[in-house]
């Protein structure tokens, strides 16, 4: 599976933006799909992950009810809707693909390229 993440750029506190990420490949609705980021000198760190079907979605606390995940199969897209963007948000926004629900970047098996956001105050 090769992932290539989109929709980064440059918002105000308080705005909004919408990744993408598409995926090649038939087996794309077989795998869990998570965002993951990372901000300069700090570790990766967990956002999101939504189930094959996409019928079940998690969250990290610190974006919980400001960023939505979700997937169009029959697009092998994954998204994360970001609202109320913080400044403490900016980071490369990191898609994967896994064979289980996790928290853990290393359980994840396919990455894409990442996609810068940043958040000014």
């Known amino acids: 599976v090769q992932l290539q993440a989109s929709g980064g750029g440059l918002v105000q506190a308080g705005g909004s933006l919408r990744l993408s990420c598409a995926a090649s490949?038939?087996?794309?609705?077989?795998?869990?799909m998570g965002w993951f980021r990372q901000a300069p000198g700090k570790e990766r760190e967990y956002v999101a992950t939504?189930?094959?079907?996409?019928?079940?979605?998690y969250s990290a606390d610190s974006v919980k009810g400001r960023f939505t995940i979700s997937r169009d199969n029959a697009k092998n897209t994954v998204y994360l809707q970001m609202n109320t963007l913080k400044p403490e948000d900016t980071a490369v926004y990191y898609c994967?693909?896994?064979?289980?629900?996790?928290?853990?970047?290393?359980?994840?098996?396919?990455w894409g390229q990442g996609t810068l956001v940043t958040v000014s105050s």
């Open positions: 994967a693909a896994g064979l289980t629900q996790s928290q853990i970047p290393t359980q994840f098996v396919y």
């Open positions: 490949g038939r087996t794309f609705s077989t795998y869990v």
């Open positions: 939504v189930s094959v079907s996409g019928r079940r979605q």
